[in-house]
């Protein structure tokens, strides 16, 4: 089992920055693939970003260059760093973890990010 805990929301200007953090615990004998997705009022949750164990990395065509998805030497913790914040960027994000043999999936609890214009 795969415990998910998010951080490092909060209440930023457009044009500032966050970095969030995604701490994992608890193991399984996996590859691991570790995704951000966000999900806004009224709206779908979507993919943000993803980084898997080689540390190869993909992002959605909104992030633009804006951001970068991170992890640490012992894959415990990823992070997302955004930059030049928009107003639209204003989302619960939440992070995932993938075993990519099994398939099975678990999602942390969400930390929010605000965003004024």
């Known amino acids: 089992q795969v415990h998910l805990v998010e951080s490092g929301g909060g209440s930023v200007p457009a044009g500032g920055s966050l970095r969030l953090s995604c701490a994992a615990s608890?193991?399984?004998?996996?590859?691991?693939?570790t995704s951000w997705h966000r999900q806004a009022p009224g709206k779908e949750r979507g993919f943000v970003a993803n980084i898997d164990a080689d540390g190869s990395t993909d992002y959605a065509d909104f992030v633009e260059g804006r951001f970068s998805i991170s992890q640490d030497n012992t894959k415990s913790t990823v992070y997302l760093q955004m930059n030049s914040l928009k107003a639209e960027d204003t989302a619960m994000y939440y992070c995932?973890?993938?075993?990519?043999?099994?398939?099975?999936?678990?999602w942390g609890q969400g930390t929010q990010v605000t965003v004024s214009s």
């Open positions: 995932k973890r993938t075993c990519i043999i099994t398939g099975l999936t678990w």
């Open positions: 608890g193991y399984t004998s996996c590859i691991y693939r």
